[in-house]
Each structure stands twice: as structure tokens, then as C-alpha cells.
């Protein structure tokens, strides 16, 4: 721990850091909350958020702060310009300058730290709590996507490729189950069925960007439960964490990643995967407040795909922690061997309890438009 504590001091600039902890519970970063013994700087925070990039996983990680603070930047622009009504704190992160003056520090063995403020009076939850919850963390996603709405998508680089472009997991899956050799249990078969049976139909969003019916804008990339930060005294929305895969992409991306992630009561990392199921009643609450905000810039065809993207990030998500399950889990970290196989399981029930209910699930998007 106390290698942690040196660099987190690269970050200081004023106070010892006395506390540093692992944070969260992230399947890539390595994370840790850092207590100083007094306020830093201007800024006043006791704490900050120290992270290690995986870089296996983020080739490039100075594009990831590159993005970062584009996006950082104009989020801050519009804010100023025109702040959230005097009801309402919206809070963006500040990327921690290092004692060389940079946005991150290379450690003597070549790992990336950087560090970031870490937003007091707020708190996130593993899974939604009630229907405020539900419908506040729509309006967060709400909020940053309208918040990144004029930004050029090209402003931001292609930090992960591939990421989300579903057609691309499918063809590494294939690549890797040509190579898997073991017998197979009766919960890798049904995974295997699972996508077979759906291989055809995950080029949707794709096909649908090829022809020019969805484009790019800047997304988030990861918009689940866990990284929306709530007031802890209002239990209102406070902000969105996690600005890692800030970049062009999708919307839909960002929609059926907050949905898949919200709607699933039980939690991505619960062991009872076959009681998993998609609670409409909690889409019904999300998208309103999604809407809230996003109305004034979605298009018709936007809306006409709302219900594949909720299915499609379910179906994706399922599949990437099953590909890595099978290669022998080289990306998501794990607890155990089978973790990636119970992770699978979980968002593939999702996605077949998505389709079960698909009549609903349309009825309800078109309602609330
Ligand atoms: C990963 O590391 P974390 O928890 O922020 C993953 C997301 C998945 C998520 C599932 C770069 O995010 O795409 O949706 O796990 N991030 C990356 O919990 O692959
Ligand atoms: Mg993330």
C-alpha cells in the first residue's frame, strides 16, 4: 500500500496523503480513494480519485486524457454559459495536474496513473433503489449527452476500437471459439445457442449507421448504474463518472447500456442468473427522464431503434464476457475462472427477458415519446 501512497503524492499539492484505499469495483482500472490530511488547493477537496489505466485494454491511454479534458472542457463552457437551474448541482470532474505538470504520471515500471476530484456529498449504487433513482439517472444521461450535443464528434479521438460495434465482437468470437477446446458445460452451450441464434440479427445498429439512418456523436460509453453519482442529502443526479470511453459513437449505445444496467434488479454480478428479468416498469421511469433532456435533439429514426439498442448492449455485453470467459479471461478482471461464464449467463437471461417483453417495451418507448 504504501507504493500507492507515493503516487498518489505525485499528485499533491499540498497535504500528506494519509488513507489510500481501493475504490469501487471496476472490471478494468484499478481505482483508489485518496485522504489527505488537508485541503487541496483552491479546488478544497480532502479527497481524490487515484487510478491505474489498464493499458492492455486502453492501448493509448494519453488519447483517454486527451478526451477526457476535451470533453471536461466543454461541458464546463456550456455550464458556465448556461448553468442547471438554481434546484439543481451538476457537477464535472477536474483532472489532477501532476508535480510535472501533466495530465497523468508514468511510474518507473511504465504503469499510467492519473487522478481525478472526487465528488463530495454524492454517492452510486450497484443497483436502482427506487423510481426517483430511475428516473434521475436518466435525466443524468440526459444532461451529458445534451451537455456534448454540439461538441464535433471529431473532435474526440477513437481511443478503443471497436468498442460497441458489436458485428466486431461476434467476429472475435468466432475467431476464439474456433480455438476452444474443453467439452463445454450445459451453461457454455446455452451461451453458444444463445448467440448463434442471434448472430444475424447484431449487425442492427451498424447496418443502421452504414446507411445513414443513426451517426455518430460524442457518447460516454459507459453509462451504467454505478457510475451516476447521487446526492446524498437530495438524492437527485449529481453527475456522471467514469469519462474513460468518452468518444464518438452511437447514442444508442449509451441508451441500451444505462437500460440493460438499470432494469436488471438483481445487479450484473448476481449469482442467481436465471431469476434475472428486464423491469419494465423501471425503463418506464428511466426514459422519461432520459427524454426530459434528450428530446430537444433525437430524431424520429433515433427513436426507431430504441428498442434494438436496449437488447442489442444486453446481447453484447453477454457476449464479450462470454468470448473472454472462453479465451481464458485476458480483458474483465475476475474473482474466479467462471466468473465471466456467471456475468455471461446474467445479461443474456436480460437480453431473453428483453425480447419476451419486447410488445411492452415498444409500447412503453412510444408512449413516453
Ligand atoms: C467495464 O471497468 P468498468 O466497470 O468501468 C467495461 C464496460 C462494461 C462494464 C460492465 C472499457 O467497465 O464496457 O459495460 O465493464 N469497460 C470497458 O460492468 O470495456
Ligand atoms: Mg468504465
Given at each position: 500500500m504504501s507504493d500507492i501512497f507515493a503516487v498518489a503524492e505525485q499528485f499533491t499539492r499540498q497535504g500528506r496523503v494519509i488513507d489510500a484505499r481501493e475504490f469501487g469495483n471496476g472490471n478494468i482500472n484499478s481505482t483508489f480513494l485518496v485522504t489527505l490530511d488537508t485541503k487541496m488547493g483552491?479546488?478544497?477537496?480532502r479527497h481524490f480519485v487515484l487510478q491505474r489505466i489498464n493499458t492492455r485494454v486502453f492501448r493509448r491511454p494519453e488519447l483517454v486524457m486527451h478526451n477526457m479534458l476535451i470533453s471536461i472542457g466543454h461541458i464546463r463552457r456550456r455550464l458556465e454559459a448556461a448553468p442547471p437551474g438554481p434546484d439543481r448541482r451538476w457537477e464535472v470532474l477536474h483532472v489532477l495536474t501532476a508535480h510535472d505538470g501533466g495530465d497523468h504520471w508514468i511510474g518507473p515500471d511504465g504503469s499510467f496513473w492519473r487522478a481525478v476530484s472526487f465528488i463530495e456529498g454524492a454517492q452510486s449504487f450497484d443497483?436502482?433503489?427506487?423510481f426517483d433513482h430511475a428516473r434521475e439517472v436518466g435525466y443524468a444521461l440526459g444532461m451529458f449527452h445534451t451537455l456534448l450535443?454540439?461538441?464535433?464528434?471529431?473532435?474526440?479521438?477513437?481511443?478503443?476500437?471497436?468498442?460497441?460495434?458489436t458485428p466486431l465482437y461476434l467476429r472475435r468470437y468466432d475467431e476464439v471459439l474456433a480455438k476452444y477446446a474443453a467439452a463445454g458445460s450445459p451453461e457454455v452451450k446455452y451461451c453458444m445457442q444463445f448467440v448463434g441464434k442471434r448472430s444475424d440479427w447484431a449487425h442492427v445498429l451498424e447496418d443502421a449507421r452504414a446507411e445513414g439512418r443513426l451517426y455518430l456523436r460524442p457518447i460516454h460509453g459507459d453509462p451504467k448504474v454505478n457510475n451516476i453519482m447521487m446526492d446524498?442529502?437530495?438524492?437527485?443526479a449529481v453527475s456522471i463518472v467514469d469519462?474513460?470511453?468518452?468518444?464518438?459513437?452511437?447514442?444508442h449505445y449509451d441508451i441500451g447500456d444505462c437500460l440493460r444496467s438499470c432494469c436488471n434488479?438483481?445487479?450484473?454480478?448476481?449469482?442467481?442468473w436465471e431469476a434475472v428479468c428486464f423491469d419494465t416498469d423501471l425503463c418506464r421511469a428511466i426514459l422519461p427522464g432520459y427524454l426530459s433532456m434528450a428530446r430537444a435533439f433525437l430524431t424520429g429514426n433515433d427513436y426507431a431503434y430504441l428498442y434494438d439498442s436496449v437488447r442489442l448492449i444486453a446481447f453484447e455485453l453477454g457476449l464479450r464476457f462470454f468470448t473472454d470467459y472462453l479465451e481464458g479471461n485476458v480483458y474483465f478482471k475476475v474473482r474466479r475462472p467462471d466468473h465471466n461464464l456467471a456475468r455471461a449467463l446474467v445479461q443474456f437471461k436480460l437480453a431473453e427477458s428483453i425480447e419476451l417483453q419486447e410488445r411492452t417495451i415498444r409500447n412503453l418507448m412510444s408512449d413516453v415519446r
Open positions: 483552491t479546488e478544497g477537496e443497483t436502482i433503489r427506487d450535443s454540439d461538441l464535433p464528434p471529431e473532435t474526440l479521438t477513437d481511443t478503443l476500437e471497436g468498442f460497441h460495434i446524498t442529502a437530495t438524492g437527485r469519462l474513460d470511453t468518452v468518444k464518438p459513437g452511437l447514442v434488479r438483481l445487479g450484473e454480478e448476481t449469482e442467481a
